[in-house]
């Protein structure tokens, strides 16, 4: 789950301090994706989980833009986009949520990883992009790396079809949301879309909370603490790695989140994915990081030739 937000080219780069911070959002996201498959194993519903990360998230996105750019910086004349950001993006969160409770851990991070796939092919429907054979055989290696996870013969325990099929649209969902983060991220700065994110989807949230919310133990409500901070402090991370690095350099620190979630799978549920989960997920994140390579090219060849590389 990468920004949209880019490094500027004349822009100073820390490449060991950007991979140092990606590495953190994936120890983030994984302990975030925990958090929500545990508090749902203690009888927490998923709309009290939605509201928990957003309610959370929130005071540490405000204490962000107050460090960094300043209130000043909420000032927006695109609350529109950010309204249409915030359904998406809620949208996208509820699918990646009830994959995780439905599926192992391990496999319901892998088949995340389709995020980058599927955005090459929603470029091509609604922003007229035009990937040449070397993507498109990319995204061929996706798909095959996410059946060979899939493949009834495969199937081992926990992995089910409803849970593939949510995790898989979670995805498809989450690539249209990096499309959207890259047209507000023309105008718009990253900590200001992470604060209208979280701000705009309480309100409703509050309203569901008056059918959905329970009282829980002091251990559940720790739970959901450290699943509010943990998913905040995921954001903070990954976009400001890509404040000191590009794309290109810290997508693969990533998928070091299959290795985090394995750990925390295994040690809270002992769990451990098959064979097939393993040869799916090099492939996935292969054909993933080789379409952020691609795009890297591309952009390079444009800015020096005025003509893209395919």
Known sequence: MSSGHQTDATQETRPLYALTLRLLAAVAISVNFACVKWVSDRGVHLVET???????????????????????????????????RTLVGMTGMLLNFGAVILLPLAEATTIGFTVPIFATILSVLFLRERPGVHRWLAVLAGFV????????????????????????????????????????????????????????????????????????????FALLALMGLAGGAAQLFMTSSLRWGPVSLVLPMDYSTLLWSTLLGWLLWSALPGPTTWIGAVIIAGSSIYIAWRERVRRRDTFKTGVAAD
């Open 145 to 220: 790396g996410v059946a060979i996870i899939i493949n009834p013969g495969g199937v081992h325990g926990g992995v089910t079809s409803l849970g593939v099929g949510i995790a898989i649209t979670g995805a498809v969902v989450t690539s249209f949301i990096s499309l959207l983060l890259r047209q507000i991220g023309r105008t718009e700065a990253p900590t200001t879309t992470v604060f209208y994110f979280a701000a705009l989807s309480l309100p409703p949230l509050i309203v569901a909370m008056v059918f959905f919310g329970r009282v829980h133990d002091a251990g559940t």
């Open 50 to 84: 939605l509201f928990y990360r957003q309610l959370l998230s929130l005071p540490l996105a405000l204490f962000v833009v107050m460090i960094g750019p300043g209130l000043a910086s909420l000032r927006t004349r695109h609350l529109g986009m950010h309204v249409s």
